[in-house]
């Protein structure tokens, strides 16, 4: 999934170039266009609305939701169509990757994996399963203290990959760490990999293509053969 303002179709090109491996099929949606307010309520592609950039900023849950249930509708097609679950992979940048994160964290099957680039974790109290109460830290400072949420999903487990670079302004570094942070709590199989001197971009970045294109071929190497 694509971030803020973009569409899918800069991805598609990604993926049938730099990403390209035999066997793998990828589907790169477009979020449809919607007032963000951030960005003075002006139209743009956008998976939700953005309220703030904090981390205790307020989430347009509605959009949130109306999201995920594209994303996991686009699974629940690909499974009719003979793709077990099990062998499906979701990713996103920045915004997108909230989007991956949160639906692959939510979604009734257990999935290949999920990854998370130059992104961040939404919703994080309505995570369903056993109840836990999270508080963030960073350099011995509480940030935000979530409420209690459910972490008893099928892809509680899930392996989750997420890359962020340090001179990221956008969604600074820490927003990265905070939620990689958050999901040890109850996944152990996330991996944060911070590349120095990287800022906020999908396309010069080869460092974050190519540790997604390592992560899919680990899967397809190891669990789709």
């Known amino acids: 999934m694509h971030g803020l303002g973009d569409t899918g179709h800069g991805w598609s090109t990604v993926c049938a170039t730099d990403l390209r491996l035999s066997h793998v099929k990828y589907?790169?949606?477009?979020?449809?266009?919607?007032?963000?307010t951030l960005n003075l309520?002006?139209?743009?592609?956008?998976?939700?609305?953005?309220?703030?950039l904090t981390?205790?900023?307020e989430e347009d849950e509605d959009g949130i939701n109306e999201s995920v249930k594209i994303v996991h509708s686009m699974i629940d097609e690909e499974i009719r169509n003979g793709i077990p679950a099990e062998r499906i992979i979701i990713a996103g940048f920045s915004m997108g990757g909230a989007l991956a994160?949160?639906?692959g964290l939510t979604y009734d099957k257990p999935l290949a994996g999920i990854v998370g680039l130059s992104s961040f974790l939404v919703?994080?109290?309505?995570?369903p399963g056993i109840f836990f109460t999270v508080?963030?830290?960073?350099?011995?400072?509480?940030?935000?203290?979530?409420?209690?949420f459910q972490n008893h999903t099928a892809n509680k487990n899930a392996h989750i990959l997420m890359g962020h670079g340090d001179a990221d302004f956008v969604v600074p570094r820490t927003f990265g760490e905070m939620t990689a942070q958050f999901?040890?709590?109850?996944?152990?199989?996330?991996h944060i990999k911070i590349y120095p001197g990287m800022a906020h971009s999908s396309c010069p970045e080869v460092s974050l293509l190519y540790i997604?294109?390592?992560?899919?071929?680990?899967?397809?190497?190891h669990f789709c053969f």
Request: charged share 20%; with cysteine; aromatic share 16%.
């Open 123 to 127: 919703q994080r109290d309505k995570i």
């Open 101 to 103: 994160l949160y639906a």
């Open 27 to 36: 589907i790169c949606p477009h979020a449809p266009s919607r007032p963000v």
């Open 41 to 52: 309520g002006m139209q743009m592609p956008a998976w939700f609305d953005v309220f703030g």
């Open 183 to 190: 999901i040890q709590t109850f996944d152990p199989n996330i």
């Open 55 to 57: 981390p205790d900023a």
């Open 135 to 148: 508080a963030f830290a960073h350099k011995n400072e509480i940030i935000q203290n979530t409420h209690d």
């Open 212 to 221: 997604l294109k390592k992560f899919i071929f680990y899967w397809l190497i």
